[in-house]
Every structure is written in structure tokens, then in C-alpha cells.
């Protein structure tokens, strides 16, 4: 179950010990253009620097995480990278380090953030045998969903330890709204098979609809998550309460979701 609170929703699949997270919409924030306020997370989006910093900031404070933060430039691939503290600030300001789609990592204190804006946000949580959490944050599109990066996810925090993986995918652009083309349902059929495509991508009044939260959730457990939460709310829908790039034509700002181990 996702239960919204103070500008955030968060999910009872994450609520396990010493692990803290948060999936911002767009309110909460300091932002006042029309089309970035209040909580935009993007830089190069019309807010200036200082001002996307500020958001940052208050999305951690908002989800109970410390404000060291690792985040990138996202490419719509299935690179997920292990960071440390060594990583943090990484990504904060207006500077381009490397880029990537998802992070995990086993330190505390370092707040791993992937920005969405209808993308689906995945957040995992994990714990070892000895009761150590690990955490993850992945960010995905279709592509980088179809290339199974949230199942990458689960893989790298089971290498790293983990017994149990629990997840949850927050809003996105949901199948009433994701009309895509034939293109993507050939792409997704390549990579994860015609049935899974067809589970997935479907037909209504002669157009496909895609369904990123099910495909997620679907990958999820297939690779052995115990529980997947998904957000039932769709970005495109309700673009009064969520940054959605289809209902804006991109004129948007970014949304953020975070997760961390506490000091
Ligand atoms: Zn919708």
C-alpha cells in the first residue's frame, strides 16, 4: 500500500528497519515557475541551480533521509552503479559526472535519488541474513524497463547479500494514458518475448497502450521479490499534483525518488 504524506508518497513494502524513502510529486517544494513548481529536481529545466538544490534538500528532509545525495544524468539505459559515501554530491549541482539509470549501495548515509517525470521510479529494499539493509533506486522508462534493469537491480543486491528484496514502483504514466507505438511493442517483444509483450502492450480503439508498472511489477517477481508494491496513480492523469512529460509536451519539471540506509 502507498500512503501520502506531507508532499510524498511512500510505500509499506520499504518500511523495514533503518531504511528511510520517499516518492516526491510536485508539491513541497521551493519552485515557483508555472511549469517546475513547486518540486522539481532537474536541473537545466528553467529553475536555477540554487533552486533545484533547495529541492533536493527538502525531498530528503520530507522523506527522512540525510541530505548527502548521489543522483545522475539519466539515458534511458540499464546501467546501475554501486556507490559509497565516496560518491555523494555527486550529480547535486549543475555538473555532469557520468550517467546512469539506477544506484545501489549498503552504506548509511548515502541517499541514492532517480528523477522521473511519467519514467516509473523503482525503489527497492533489501536485507541480509544478518539483518543489514541494502538499498537500490532504479529509473525506468520503457527501454530501460523492457531491458529488465529492476530485475539488474535485484541481482546486484543479492550479490551484494541480500535474503529478501522488497520493491516499490511509484507513479508513472499508466495504460490509460501511454499510447505508444508499434515500435516499442516490437522492442519490448525482442527483448522480453511476444507473450510478455502482449501482457503489456495492448489494443484499444486501434491504438497500443503500454503498461511500464506492470511490466516492472511482472520482473520484479520473476526475478524473486517478495513483495512489489505499485503506485496506482497515473502521472498524466492528474498533472495538478504530478510533473508528467506527455501532458506537458516536455515543458516540465522533474520529480524525485529517494531511498537510504540511516546513519
Ligand atoms: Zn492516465
Redesign the pocket.
Known sequence: MFHYNHSIWKSDALEIPGVAHGFSTREGGVSTLSHTASMNTGFFRGDDSETVVENIRLLCRHAGLSETVVCTPQIHSDIIRYVTRENVGEGTQRDVPFSCDGFVTDQPGVTLLVRVADCAPVLLAGVTEAGAPLVGAVHAGWRGTAAGIAAKAVAMLREMGAAEVHAAVGAC??????QVGEELRDTVAELRGREFAARHVTRRDGALYADIAGMNRELLLEAGVGAVDVCGE?????PALYHSHRATGGVRGTMGAVIGILR
Open positions: 504514466i499508466h495504460s490509460c494514458c501511454y497515473c502521472t498524466r492523469c492528474n
